[in-house]
């Protein structure tokens, strides 16, 4: 199973794209090693800082017809990648 869940695609992500930092998902378990290793050979780009970030899922209420339905969003990893100059990622481009 791969440690890179998804993109994180933002406005304010998209508007860093430019200066080579992008944001992922991740496993909750990996560390910044790993994930480093992963990005790098996934995408064959040359990682210099990646900060990590951990987001405990919020208690969630659903108020329906007969009861409240409590419940609770997951928790997710959130890691911030620079790259070397020159390189980039493009999410889009095995669609």
């Known amino acids: 199973m791969s440690i890179l869940k998804r993109p994180l695609v933002t406005e304010k992500v998209s508007a860093l794209n430019k200066y080579g ?3 992922l998902i991740v496993d909750e378990h990996a560390d910044k090693f790993e994930i480093k290793k992963e990005i790098e050979g996934f995408y064959g780009v040359t ?3 990646l900060n990590t970030m951990r987001y405990a899922g919020k208690r969630r209420s659903v108020p329906t017809k007969t009861c ?3 419940g609770r969003r997951p928790s997710y990893k959130k ?5 070397k100059k020159g390189d980039m990622i493009d999410f889009y481009s095995n669609i």
């Open 79 to 83: 890691v911030i990648v620079t790259l």
């Open 47 to 49: 990682v210099t800082k």
């Open 21 to 23: 930092v992008y944001s």
């Open 68 to 70: 409240t339905v409590k």
